[in-house]
């Protein structure tokens, strides 16, 4: 039976120390560090995340300048709105929850935002200091993935990643950490032939596809750490009530692998928890004082 790499206690333990840093820091500097979430329209699991998040920003300490915006919004108004954020002094980190209404071209929103305050890791600035293994701003979710490995002092120096899924967002990132951790690093998707058989041949296996269930016992090496990213919301038939389920086919995994992520409880507390790290750093790196200090 696989043992749980428990994402959810490790987000507490990290945001009770960021509280306490956030306290020093605002005592020191006279301010809080500031984080402006952007979100369009009514999108029921925006909202939800948008709402954790400040949450999670009310919980440590950090200041919230979320802006709420009508699904008719304009990308001129939008492009305004982070100029403006660029320049405002007490914000330190910008969000742009995704995704966006169709009219919306939301690259080139993301290449608005100062690369010094892209909470999210994804301006291109961000992701080519991540190629070269340079200091920056990192996408939150392959971070959070990162740091839960490490937590659990899962060794990764020669060992066989296979990553399902190449987005932006999570695949193609979190393939650079691993590789930058001196894993060996295979990505799959949804043209690889024989998935399975890509799969079965990884030490470390990451699912972020988006598909409920798409990763069986079959397809997992006994011993293997599986790292869930997949959030679905599936519909029980029998009562109409939905629930959240992973990529990965949780009950039988569970029997194949040496550690699994659940869903949820896993990756998702994670990425909340880098997204406010992300804005200290950035806080930090804008008031001249080292991460350490």
Same mark, same amino acid.
């Given at each position: 039976?696989?043992?749980?790499?428990?994402?959810?206690a490790?987000?507490?333990?990290?945001?009770?120390?960021l509280?306490?840093?956030?306290?020093?820091?605002?005592?020191?500097?006279?301010?809080?560090?500031?984080?402006?979430?952007?979100?369009?329209?009514?999108?029921?699991?925006?909202?939800?995340?948008?709402?954790?998040?400040?949450?999670?920003?009310?919980?440590?300490?950090?200041?919230?300048?979320?802006?709420?915006?009508s699904?008719?919004?304009?990308?001129?108004?939008?492009?305004?709105?982070?100029?403006?954020?660029?320049?405002?002094?007490?914000?330190?980190?910008?969000? *742009?929850?995704?995704?966006?209404?169709?009219?919306?071209?939301?690259?080139?929103?993301l290449?608005q935002?100062?690369?010094?305050?892209?909470?999210?890791?994804?301006?291109?600035?961000?992701?080519?200091?991540?190629?070269?293994?340079?200091?920056?701003?990192?996408?939150?979710t392959?971070?959070?993935?990162?740091?839960?490995?490490?937590?659990?002092?899962?060794?990764?120096?020669?060992?066989?990643?296979?990553?399902?899924?190449?987005s932006?967002?999570?695949?193609?990132?979190?393939?650079?950490?691993?590789?930058?951790?001196?894993?060996?690093?295979?990505?799959?998707?949804?043209?690889?032939?024989?998935?399975?058989?890509?799969?079965?041949?990884?030490?470390?296996? *990451?699912?972020?596809?988006?598909?409920?269930?798409?990763?069986?016992?079959?397809?997992?090496?006994?011993?293997?750490?599986?790292?869930?990213?997949?959030?679905?919301? *599936?519909?029980?038939?029998?009562?109409?009530?939905?629930?959240?389920?992973?990529?990965?086919?949780?009950?039988?995994?569970?029997?194949?692998?040496?550690?699994?992520?659940?869903?949820?409880?896993?990756?998702?507390?994670?990425?909340?928890?880098?997204?406010?790290?992300?804005?200290?750093?950035?806080?930090?790196?804008?008031?001249?004082?080292?991460?350490?200090?």
């Amino acid at each position: 039976m696989a043992g749980l790499l428990d994402g959810k206690a490790l987000a507490t333990r990290m945001q009770t120390k960021l509280t306490e840093r956030v306290q020093q820091l605002h005592t020191q500097t006279g301010r809080a560090p500031g984080l402006a979430v952007l979100m369009v329209g009514d999108n029921p699991a925006s909202a939800a995340y948008v709402r954790n998040k400040e949450q999670a920003c009310a919980r440590v300490g950090i200041a919230s300048f979320g802006q709420h915006f009508s699904v008719e919004t304009t990308q001129a108004e939008l492009e305004q709105t982070i100029q403006t954020l660029n320049h405002d002094p007490q914000v330190d980190g910008i969000l *742009v929850q995704l995704p966006l209404p169709d009219h919306l071209d939301s690259v080139a929103l993301l290449n608005q935002i100062d690369p010094n305050k892209d909470a999210d890791g994804l301006h291109p600035m961000n992701l080519g200091r991540l190629v070269r293994g340079e200091p920056g701003l990192r996408s939150c979710t392959p971070a959070g993935v990162m740091r839960l490995l490490e937590d659990y002092a899962i060794d990764l120096k020669g060992k066989q990643a296979v990553v399902i899924g190449r987005s932006i967002l999570v695949g193609k990132p979190v393939a650079l950490m691993l590789l930058e951790q001196d894993a060996t690093v295979t990505i799959a998707h949804s043209r690889s032939q024989d998935l399975a058989a890509v799969a079965r041949s990884a030490d470390i296996l *990451v699912a972020a596809v988006g598909r409920p269930n798409l990763i069986t016992a079959d397809m997992v090496k006994p011993g293997a750490v599986v790292v869930d990213v997949g959030i679905n919301r *599936v519909i029980n038939p029998d009562t109409g009530k939905g629930r959240l389920v992973g990529d990965v086919e949780f009950e039988g995994v569970q029997e194949v692998a040496a550690w699994i992520t659940p869903v949820p409880g896993g990756i998702g507390p994670m990425t909340v928890t880098m997204l406010l790290e992300n804005t200290v750093w950035s806080y930090c790196q804008r008031c001249g004082i080292g991460w350490g200090e």
